[in-house]
């Protein structure tokens, strides 16, 4: 998919304002707390339930897309190193979810583009990255992962900053390896 950085069309809309002014991530969980469950639409339009992955761990990760076709500089490379790790999480016997804030419309167009191996569910009202303690900051919520164990239990979590923006796959792997 080619990027390009002068088409705007598309990213003043209410997600974007609603998610204008910057809220911190917040760490709202203690490690080994069992996760809230929610359920989302896939862009894949199948219903996924988080309490649904229970039995084997799972890899929440919340990213930052801002329409079809502007990615946040920060998580476009950390999504494509997830689809390139994508096969390594599954050896492990883990799920993937990723959880983005864009439309179902806008949302599909990303899953088709990237060819998204894990499923994209899309969460345009913000509510799962609120009650995750994403944070917010100029027109969409920030990212943050999180690995859950097969009993819904919080293992690894890593929120937002400006010195590490993602946890990258290697340390996702290295968390679930060592559940």
């Known amino acids: ?3 390009t950085s002068h088409n705007f069309s598309g990213l ?3 997600r974007f304002l609603k ?6 991530a917040l760490c709202r969980f203690p490690l080994g707390e069992k996760l809230p469950d ?12 988080l309490s649904n992955y229970r039995g084997k761990p799972v890899v929440l990760a919340f990213t930052r897309i801002f329409t079809e076709k ?3 500089p920060f998580c476009y490379p950390h999504i494509l190193a997830l689809i390139e790790a994508h096969p390594q999480f599954v050896g492990l016997g883990a799920t993937l979810l990723m959880v983005t804030s864009t439309s179902m ?3 599909k167009v990303v899953q088709q583009d990237l060819a998204l191996p894990m499923p994209l569910l899309v969460d345009p009202a913000c ?7 994403a944070g917010q900051a100029l027109g969409a919520p920030l990212p943050a992962q999180f690995v859950i164990d097969a009993e819904g239990r919080l293992r690894f ?10 946890a990258t796959p290697a340390r996702l792997l290295w968390a679930v390896r060592n559940l």
Do not use: E, K, V, W
């Not at 998610?19 to 911190?24: C, D, L, Q, R, S």
């Open 127 to 133: 509510q799962s990255f609120r009650r995750y303690g």
């Open 1 to 3: 998919m080619q990027l």
């Open 12 to 14: 003043i809309n209410r």
């Open 105 to 107: 419309s806008q949302s």
């Open 38 to 49: 929610f359920t989302l639409l896939g862009a894949d339009d199948n219903t996924y339930q």
């Open 19 to 24: 998610n204008f002014t910057p809220i911190p």
């Open 70 to 72: 502007q990615y946040c």
């Open 157 to 166: 979590q890593h929120l937002f900053s400006f010195a590490h923006h993602n």
